[in-house]
């Protein structure tokens, strides 16, 4: 594992969209695993920054995402599908139908997830999966738990994410209280992973997470089994 203390959350963007923009000169045709949350936005306009230089090229890029809210579709401005298109998608060359973020109005839950995971295989796995961590020790929304569970899935949301998350909805009731989370295995079969996190409450999740005992009540953890893990953390 790599971990990189940097000095500023404009510092962290940058060496984030640098491995990314990387990943995507290296191969052209790389999957990247996509990530939501206030970090990555930072992240995401160096990204723009460098495809409007003419430094990257999306136009083979095929992106998959960790999660999405259950009960918010597309055009719902909280949902992650909003998010992706408004943060990113919208402003680079990407082809959005070779973009996948999870169906969060699926009728069939059960399908949707099983047919996530196929993607996933299909695709032959994730090059560069980027995350962000919750202060719950949440990837994705892979919640703490008493398992790590390997496929994507329908979780509850720990109580701390939905106040985590309640400042982005005018009122905490209008937070979803279910999501649907790509689970650990396509995760941990990510041939890299680059995990984001800035300020200092999540110093103490981090130190649990990389240097504590794996746990899944600490999902994070499991990531010290991964053999190409980068973290950038900003305390500023
Ligand atoms: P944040 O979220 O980037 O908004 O802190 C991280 C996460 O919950 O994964």
Redesign the pocket.
Known sequence: MKFITIKSYDELSAKAADIIAAQVIMKPTCVLGL?T????IGTYKRLIEDYNNGKIDFSTVKSINLDEYVGLDGNHDQSYRYFMNNNLFNHVNIDKANTYVPNGCATDYDKECAEYDKRVQDFGGIDLQL????IDG??GFNEPDSIFTKETHVVDLHPS?ID?NARFFEDKSLVPKKAVTMGMLSIMQAKKVLLVA?GANKKDILEKAFFGPINPQIPASILQLHPDVTVIYSEN
């Open positions: 990530a949350g206030s970090t990555p995350l962000g961590i919750g949440h990837i994410t985590a800035n």
